[in-house]
């Protein structure tokens, strides 16, 4: 997308998606810290809980240096994982929530809607994000 934009405007671009995955790191890790300290370090005093979430976070930050072509993994969950959770599971859940008698026809249909469609771009994108991942792997050979 910044591809197509002049020198000065895609800084900008650049700069505030970056400003944006800095300030919304905190919230992304705090349910899997939370789940985490729970499941390693159990009710101890805070000190440990520093130090885990530290090394959680230089371990992260340290994954995301190493791995080439981040954004294609990125790609890859996005288009599975995102998929699943953004389209196939409400209309899941709302199917499950209500008996069909429940539900009008409208109702019924857009909850089908995002099942099948859902799974479609999830098959597409994946395979999509594969491929260019084995296009980086046969490069790097």
Sequence with gaps: MTLNLDGMTA???????CLGLYLTYPIMMFPINQVMEHLFLGHS?????RLFR???VLLSAL???????????????GSS???VLGFILPGYFHLMTFDRNELYFWQWAMDYFLIVFGVLFAIVGT???VAN??????DVE
């Design 11 to 17: 800084n900008i671009v650049k700069v505030a998606l």
């Design 45 to 49: 005093s805070p000190d440990p809980h």
């Design 54 to 56: 530290s090394s959680v």
């Design 63 to 77: 994954v995301a240096f190493v791995m080439p072509d981040f954004g294609k993994f990125l790609s890859l969950i």
């Design 81 to 83: 994982i995102c998929s």
């Design 127 to 129: 395979s999509n994000s």
């Design 133 to 138: 991942l084995m296009s980086g792997v046969q």
